[in-house]
């Protein structure tokens, strides 16, 4: 059993930053992948960001275009999604879950996440 909360969101500029904490409450932290997705109003659930268990490893949607980087601290069961550059189209609901498969493809997809957090608003406007 997990469970993670999300934090960090709000309301932002174009072109302004955030940090999105997920703090992960579970037994054994460093057996999980964690990855990030995004749920914007009357579309699918969209991949974001996954780091993998040892944090060697991170991976990212096609969007992200280098503009966010995402780590976690095993010593505070945190993962950080940092958000540069946010645009309009970022808009959206930000959810952190856990996996425990391995490898790039898993992480990519939400059917593999087990555990979620319940999300925090992220809206970019002028």
């Known amino acids: 059993q997990a469970q993670l909360v999300e934090s960090g969101g709000g309301l932002v500029q174009p072109g302004d930053s955030l940090r999105l904490p997920c703090s992960v409450s579970?037994?054994?932290?460093?057996?999980?992948?964690i990855g990030w997705f995004r749920q914007a109003p009357g579309k699918e659930r969209e991949f974001v960001a996954a780091?993998?268990?040892?944090?060697?490893?991170?991976f990212f949607g096609d969007f992200v275009k280098g503009r966010f980087t995402i780590s976690r601290d095993n010593n505070k069961n945190t993962v950080y999604l940092q958000m540069n550059s946010l645009e309009p189209g970022d808009t959206a609901v930000y959810f952190c879950?856990?996996?425990?498969?391995?490898?790039?493809?898993?992480?990519?997809?939400?059917?593999?996440?087990?555990?979620w957090g319940q999300g925090t608003q992220v809206t970019v406007s002028s």
């Open positions: 879950a856990t996996s425990n498969f391995y490898g790039e493809p898993y992480y990519r997809r939400a059917s593999y996440y087990g555990y």
């Open positions: 579970v037994g054994t932290f460093t057996v999980y992948a």
């Open positions: 780091i993998s268990q040892s944090g060697g490893n991170t």
